[in-house]
């Protein structure tokens, strides 16, 4: 009977032991993969979230300017959500029913990572080979007191979040390339128009401001274009796109676009002005400092800055100059409310 009893007590010895955190990595992974089954059998829920809500700060930094980048250039880097590859799943979701197991939870040799084999079954009704698995690993980590998904890594794969370090920087240097063949197509285009309308017997660009130029701009000029026909004097003494007050006609030439985050970038417009003399053409030169926003699916003049000579900014730019001319145009009312009073009697 002994002998039985040691043999029982030494079998249950040699059995892995499951430590505390162990156990609570396992309970975490059950309770995120039960969402991730439910969601999608059901079709009720998103992955982003479940990116969002578990896993960690370093992963969500990292698939947060992926998916930004994605949306901007319309191209997917890493597969995940929406219909293609997910993170969760390791696989493209074209399946009716998945269910989840996990397994082999234990601490990573180095670190404060765990791991967990998570294994996906799904079931295709309309595919020959109705059942199909698949197996990623998954890291766990303990920030601020809870559990996070660190990464994901599907077998003889990179893990995703060194895929996204390795692929992010070539992915936004391959679509900044592109995006400025874009941009300085459009200002071209632009400034083709201005230059047609500049050559006119009697030019008008204000309705370029309706077209060309950001929101945040736009309601500026409105507001300084209120106040002069309101105070019935000029505030802002200069055209935004000529830029000058004396020409016969005027050539403009677009250089060193450069993109500064996903939705903002700069531009150099260069405007050679010439103006007939006896002696001939007279030329002269000016550059300017765009400011470009990307709104409403295109790119939009946010701001213009004048060069001196030397290529030294002005150190008003028109949004600044236009916020400085309102503030004087309120404060001149006063004046402008005795002028009609007095009129008045």
């Known amino acids: 009977m002994k002998k039985i009893a040691?043999?029982?007590?030494?079998?249950?010895?040699?059995?892995?032991?499951?430590?505390?955190?162990?156990?609570?990595?396992?309970?975490?992974?059950?309770?995120?993969?039960?969402?991730?089954?439910?969601?999608?059998?059901?079709?009720?829920?998103?992955?982003?979230?479940?990116?969002?809500?578990?896993?960690?700060?370093?992963?969500?930094?990292?698939?947060?300017?992926?998916?930004?980048?994605?949306?901007?250039?319309?191209?997917?880097?890493?597969?995940?959500?929406?219909?293609?590859?997910?993170?969760?799943?390791?696989?493209?979701?074209?399946?009716?029913?998945?269910k989840f197991s996990i397994s082999d939870v234990k601490k990573a040799a180095e670190g404060n990572l765990y791991?967990?084999?998570?294994?996906?079954?799904?079931?295709?009704?309309?595919?020959?080979?109705?059942?199909?698995?698949?197996?990623?690993?998954?890291?766990?980590?303990?920030?601020?007191?809870?559990?996070?998904?660190?990464?994901?890594?599907?077998?003889?794969?990179?893990?995703?979040?060194?895929?996204?370090?390795?692929?992010?920087?070539?992915?936004?240097?391959?679509?900044?390339?592109?995006?400025?063949?874009?941009?300085?197509?459009?200002?071209?285009?632009?400034?083709?128009?201005?230059?047609?309308?500049?050559?006119?017997?009697?030019?008008?660009t204000a309705a370029l401001n309706d077209r060309y130029l950001s929101q945040q701009l736009k309601k500026l000029s409105s507001e300084i274009s209120y106040w002069e026909e309101k105070l019935g004097e000029m505030i802002i003494g200069k055209d935004c796109w000529i830029r000058t007050q004396d020409w016969d006609s005027i050539e403009y030439s677009i250089s060193n676009v450069k993109i500064t985050s996903p939705s903002k970038a700069t531009a150099d417009v260069t405007a050679t002005y010439i103006m007939r003399t006896q002696a001939g053409g007279q030329k002269s030169r000016g550059k300017t400092l765009l400011n470009l926003v990307y709104e409403n699916s295109n790119w939009l003049i946010d701001d213009f800055t004048d060069y001196y000579d030397n290529n030294a900014l002005y150190k008003w730019s028109d949004s600044e100059e236009h916020k400085q001319g309102l503030l004087e145009a309120v404060r001149s009312l006063d004046g402008y409310t005795d002028h009609v009073i007095e009129n008045k009697q």
């Open 115 to 204: 791991t967990a084999t998570v294994a996906a079954h799904f079931h295709r009704e309309a595919y020959k080979e109705k059942e199909r698995k698949t197996q990623r690993t998954v890291f766990v980590i303990n920030e601020g007191g809870e559990w996070r998904i660190a990464d994901f890594q599907s077998p003889n794969e990179t893990s995703d979040l060194n895929f996204m370090i390795e692929e992010l920087p070539r992915f936004i240097e391959a679509h900044i390339t592109s995006d400025s063949a874009m941009v300085a197509t459009r200002l071209k285009t632009i400034y083709k128009e201005v230059a047609r309308i500049a050559h006119s017997a009697h030019p008008n």
């Open 6 to 98: 040691f043999i029982v007590a030494f079998a249950f010895a040699v059995l892995p032991a499951f430590s505390q955190e162990e156990k609570a990595v396992q309970a975490f992974l059950e309770g995120i993969y039960n969402k991730v089954a439910d969601a999608r059998n059901n079709n009720n829920g998103d992955y982003e979230t479940l990116v969002e809500k578990h896993c960690s700060r370093k992963f969500r930094l990292y698939y947060g300017e992926v998916r930004r980048w994605e949306e901007k250039a319309c191209e997917c880097m890493l597969h995940s959500g929406s219909g293609a590859f997910d993170l969760f799943i390791g696989c493209l979701d074209y399946f009716d029913s998945i």
